[in-house]
């Protein structure tokens, strides 16, 4: 999972992100709200976690621009000193999921973290078969049928696949689907994710004609999108 830490306290952060690496996760650290936001513009993460006192702004305004400004409903987490209740109720009514107060404890933090990855991860994705019209996705043959067919995929094309469809809509860094399709430490360039986008869009056929579009954005990434048949 790819996160993105907002935590001006250098201790707090190196023991969140050795917690997150022990995981397995890829986090990012950030320590002002100005850079935090411009990675977020840019880039993709699966959760964010926020501090509220901030050197230049705080957390409920960073997750308040979030929630108005980031395409996609990601979890977030507050790490912070501040244990009032009033604090608490502000924090979620501004749009947060789930509030923690320091000292964090490894075992706690990480338990928050995995529920609210499940939370984010629709019935439909847990299980092995996901029907995405005309596509068909098998998890347990590793395989997509598509109008009837089988596709011929290597590994990576279909975790890539994989990723696309699990994220409709969303607008996926290439940085994201680096991480996310060949591990947080591939030394890889960006071209071959641009290169892999390319076949699983020919394989898979896909195009507005079979309802759905695989667009590039410039200099940020892809999104695959549902439309109608005759758009």
């Given at each position: 999972m790819r996160i993105a830490l907002l935590e001006d306290d250098p201790a707090q952060t190196e023991?969140?992100?050795?917690?997150?690496?022990?995981?397995?996760?890829?986090?990012?650290?950030?320590?002002?709200?100005?850079?935090?936001?411009?990675?977020?513009?840019?880039?993709?993460?699966?959760?964010?976690?926020?501090?509220?006192?901030?050197?230049?702004?705080?957390?409920i305004e960073i997750v308040q621009w979030v929630r108005s400004n980031v395409d996609w409903h990601i979890p977030v987490l507050f790490i912070t000193s501040r244990d009032q209740e009033e604090d608490v109720v502000t924090a979620l009514?501004?749009?947060?999921?789930?509030?923690?107060?320091?000292?964090?404890?490894q075992r706690e933090t990480m338990a928050?973290?995995?529920?609210?990855?499940?939370?984010?991860?629709?019935?439909?994705?847990?299980g092995e078969r996901h029907e995405y019209p005309p596509f068909v996705i098998d998890m347990?043959?590793?395989?997509?049928?598509?109008?009837?067919?089988?596709?011929?995929?290597?590994?990576k094309e279909f975790e890539l696949a994989i990723v696309l469809f699990r994220n409709v809509g969303r607008l996926?860094?290439?940085?994201?689907?680096?991480?996310?399709?060949?591990?947080?430490?591939?030394?890889?360039?960006?071209r071959t994710v641009d290169t892999h986008v390319s076949r699983v869009r020919i394989k898979l056929g896909i195009r507005p004609e079979s309802?759905?579009?695989?667009?590039?954005?410039?200099?940020?990434?892809?999104r695959l999108e549902h439309i109608s048949g005759d758009a």
């Open positions: 023991l969140i992100q050795s917690w997150m690496s022990e995981a397995g996760h890829n986090c990012h650290a950030f320590s002002n709200g100005k850079a935090y936001r411009e990675a977020l513009s840019d880039e993709t993460f699966d959760t964010l976690i926020v501090d509220w006192n901030l050197p230049d702004c705080t957390g009514e501004a749009g947060a999921d789930d509030y923690m107060t320091k000292p964090a404890k928050r973290i995995a529920a609210l990855e499940r939370r984010a991860v629709t019935t439909d994705e847990t347990a043959q590793r395989q997509i049928v598509a109008d009837g067919k089988p596709v011929d995929l290597t590994n996926l860094s290439r940085s994201y689907l680096l991480e996310k399709v060949w591990g947080t430490k591939a030394d890889l360039t960006t309802g759905w579009r695989l667009n590039a954005v410039y200099h940020h990434g892809y």
